[in-house]
């Protein structure tokens, strides 16, 4: 057995033979950049997420910095996150000339804790990116009140949650403006590099389309200062293709999930359920105590992990200017230390998994 993270050649096994006939029609085309497909893509994407407008962008990094760029943030202002995510979603923060404010996440759903966003907030404070981690949604409807008593902006990171649902809503579309990122490994994956900003305000929208493409709505008339960050023809075509799998692909993750959470011994720690939200499963993370033997131990018997997030935000190098001490994200700094994902893909088979399933029993010394 060899059971890899993900196995994105033997996906496209999956849909190869659509996604070449798509990207030679782009080939034949002439048009490259922000074209035909990459319209109809917006189109469809927004429907499929339930916002008025959605702006391709060349990856979900730069859609997060054009989120904070079209508010207006930089210089001089906060901004609330999480200590417990992809670096990008801190960094961006740091790159508008902004600071970021960390705030620790709840224990069982790894999203930030919103009992503890007001403590953070200050009279600098402009935004909160709100990241869905893993594909579990975060608790909208308080970060949104919260939000709203403080008059900020809120910006979905929603780069691993595409398809999640918080109480009937696809995320993304829920705060002023959501960021998606479609690198090869995500839930929504293209051949290269990718990213997307949807929102429902016509102004916002416009902002983000003319800062995508060096402030300019007319060409070689600009009107301020952006940058390049243009969603390519070939890549649009891909998502457009992919695109009609999503579903399909999100609900074999759910199976997959739902079959760990029944299946695996007792953990310190399972994905949590709950019934006003939807977890897409980008990643399937458990806690153990003894996390270094277990690797050593699935390693041996052929099957990958991975620890998703090692380090918390805080405690990198990158971030030693804003002087956090470890012990400051007690949640945060806990997870990093016992959290483990497990294979979860589109072809994982039942029997791959069942054999995962029961190595994991047999290091927990259950009998099969
Ligand atoms: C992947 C990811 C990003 C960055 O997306 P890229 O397309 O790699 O730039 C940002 N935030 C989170 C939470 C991510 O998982």
Redesign the pocket.
Known sequence: MNIPLIDLKKEYGLYGKNIEKAVIEVLQSGSYILGNKVEQFEKEIANYLGVKYAAGVA????A?LLALAALGIGEGDEVITTPF??F??AEVIAKVGAKPVFVDIEPDTYNIDVNKIEKAITDKTKAIIV?H?FGMAAEMDKIMEIASAHQLKVIE?A??AIGTEYKGKRVGGIGDIGCF???PT?NLGAFG?G?LVVTNDPDLYKKICQLRNHGSEERYIHDFIGMNSRLDEIQAAILIEKLKLLDMFLFKRIIVANTYTQELPNMKKKPPQYTDRTHTYHQYCIEVDDREQLIGFLKEKGIATGIYYPVPLHLQKAFDYLQYRQGDFPVAENAAKHILALPINPTLTVSEQEYIIKTMKDFAGVSP
Not at 59 to 62: V, W
């Open positions: 990856n979900g990094t730069d997060l995510t992809f990008a979603t990241v981690l990171d780069c691993q990122s479609f690198f995500k590099d990213g």
